[in-house]
């Protein structure tokens, strides 16, 4: 989605304002800002939106736990009733992200030349995310700023928790697999060359899986350096295809269409969205607004294809629930409770079943995943051990037998 830098002043206090916005075109922008209470003055499309801050060398951007921290300390100093600049002020004293400090100063800056706090943000679009600059935005015009950071500080440690959930699953299978591979290049280096003179002197034909572990190690030992450069220009490749749209969509989707695990990663990237929409509505985001806020949040391109398409088919007069099922990538069970929210006008506490729904199935098959995976594992690792157990006997066997029937 496009985005347009604006420059306007706050209904309210008359002050002047400008800042960086998503939306489809000019008028739309403009009819959220005028939503937000800001009367627009100038709306121009930005290719680059926000604060271009650089990483200085030994940085790193704020990851979830230093946002979910700044937004719960945020949440305490703005409830006591300590001004938001003297907050933000404190906490550069207190926080260890330098990346992150710095922003806190330009964001300080801001605010004391007038600015509201989710302009100041939205200066930083690297760090704060289009649903965080929304959700405070909300806060302020309603009042209720401390509970907009509160609510931000629950999201941001829930989505923490599923991310990880991502990783537990996926961990133990990319250990063993690299095991598996570093175990495959020793026997091919070592072990098979110190018995591969010995099973050609036999003088005979080999037996099939000696053949293969023969032929095999005499080609990694042969062409490794060939080997080693297409690692490297398929990894560069893949690397540089995956920067592209159309590469990282169709890396998302295949990760979607794993066995076993592709569809964890499918419940737990929708359980993201359900709750991250929820929380949207219920803050008053408008419905196209956060299905597009809520999209750029989900880490998967796929899924950001298929919710992009429920918005402009909402766009074009649809329900959210027929968008829904167009998408195929919702449960039935999840349509039923869209179909109910829709109907009854609690779409939010609708999406927050939905998402209680899915980390209770994605919790329980993630204490079972391991169940799943170790018997195709130990198959492959047993098939490797049976090859090399018989490339390696079997000869010695034809060894045996021969010099016993000589004596």
Request: glycine residues 8%; charged residues 20%.
């Amino acid at each position: 989605m496009p985005q347009f830098y604006y420059k306007g002043r706050s209904v309210d206090s008359g002050l002047s304002v400008d800042g960086y916005i998503d939306a489809t075109d000019e008028n739309s922008a403009a009819g959220q800002l005028m939503n937000r209470g800001v009367a627009p003055i100038t709306i121009n499309e930005s290719v680059k939106g926000g604060d271009d801050t650089k990483l200085a060398f030994g940085e790193r951007r704020p990851n979830l736990s230093d946002l979910a921290l700044f937004a719960r300390q945020m949440h305490t100093l703005t409830k006591a009733g300590v001004p938001i600049t003297r907050a933000i002020n404190g906490l550069i004293q207190t926080a260890r992200n330098a990346y992150l400090i710095r922003a806190m100063k330009d964001m300080v800056t801001n605010l004391e030349s007038g600015r509201d706090l989710s302009n100041s943000l939205a200066r930083h679009p690297d760090i704060f995310s289009g649903l965080f600059v929304n959700i405070i935005n909300v806060g302020e015009q309603s009042g209720h700023l401390e509970q907009s950071f509160l609510q931000i500080a629950k999201h941001l440690e829930k989505e923490k928790v599923n991310r990880n959930r991502i990783k537990a699953a996926t961990r133990y299978p990319k250990i063993v697999l690299a095991a598996i591979t570093i175990a495959a290049a020793v026997i091919n280096i070592l072990v098979i060359p110190a018995f591969s003179s010995t099973f050609t002197r036999l003088g005979s034909d080999l037996p099939l899986p000696t053949q293969i572990l023969v032929a095999s190690s005499h080609f990694f030992m042969t062409y490794w350096a060939y080997m080693i450069a297409v690692i490297v220009l398929l990894m560069f490749g893949g690397d540089s295809y995956l920067k592209t749209k159309q590469g990282r969509c169709t890396w998302d989707r295949l990760k979607l269409k794993t066995p076993i695990l592709g569809d964890i990663i499918l419940r737990t990237t929708l359980g993201r969205f359900t709750h991250s929409f929820a929380m949207s509505l219920r803050a008053g985001i408008p419905l196209v607004q956060a299905l597009s806020m809520v999209s750029k949040t989900l880490d998967n391109s796929y899924i950001e294809k298929h919710i992009n398409a429920m918005k402009s088919s909402i766009e074009r007069g649809e329900t959210l629930t027929k968008t829904a099922t167009a998408t195929g990538i919702f449960t039935p069970l999840v349509l039923q409770m869209l179909a109910v929210g829709e109907e009854t006008g609690n779409v939010d506490e609708m999406m927050d079943e939905v998402a209680e729904y899915y980390e209770q199935e994605v919790d329980y098959d993630l204490n079972f995943v391991g169940d799943a995976i170790e018997p195709i594992l130990l198959i492959i690792i047993g098939g490797m051990v049976l090859i090399l157990a018989l490339g390696v006997f079997l000869p010695m066997w034809e060894m045996s037998s021969v010099a016993l029937g000589n004596t």
